[in-house]
């Protein structure tokens, strides 16, 4: 009765062990899926401050960079048939899974309220505006997905 007792407290044991060995192997994978998601969401963000609006296409994607979004249709990050995105070559853990990122034009808009009312309108009022959305994920691991909206300088 005893060696039973103590059967069950050991596999019991065991059991706790190895889940929280699961948990903590499932936190270190979204913390280094975060991080690289975080480090490509930053490149683009450089990339895009140093970018033309020129560059982005009319239509569709071209190399991560894509047009104004329909509003109709679901959107990029969100459908799983897309294929526009771009991967990031920003620095990141050795062991984190490869991210992507999408950049939007979401075109211009007044920097503050009313600016576009004010005459004379001030020079910097109205600025060309950026969705970028990066995504680190891999096959049974974790996956992140970071977004961001930016003014150009």
Do not use: H
């Not at 596999?11 to 699961?22: F, H, Y």
């Not at 509003?71 to 526009?84: E, I, M, V």
Request: positive net charge; contains cysteine; charged residues 15%.
């Amino acid at each position: 009765m005893l060696l039973a007792l103590i059967s069950l407290v050991v596999v019991s044991g065991m059991r706790s062990g190895v889940l929280q060995a699961k948990m903590n192997s499932a936190t270190q994978d979204r913390n280094l899926a975060f991080q690289a998601t975080e480090a490509a969401l930053r490149e683009a963000e450089r990339a895009t401050a140093a970018t033309a609006a020129a560059s982005f296409p009319g239509s569709g994607c071209t190399s991560g960079n894509c047009s104004r979004p329909d509003t109709a249709d679901t959107p990029r990050w969100l459908d799983a048939g897309f294929t526009g995105w771009r991967n990031a070559a920003a620095s990141a853990p050795a062991a984190a899974p490869p991210a992507q990122v999408i950049v939007e034009n979401m075109g211009s808009a007044p920097n503050w309220l009313g600016c576009e009312s004010e005459i004379p309108r001030q020079p910097n009022c109205v600025t060309q505006r950026y969705r970028i959305t990066a995504r680190s994920a891999a096959q049974d691991r974790a996956s992140v997905v970071l977004q961001t909206q930016m003014a150009a300088p």
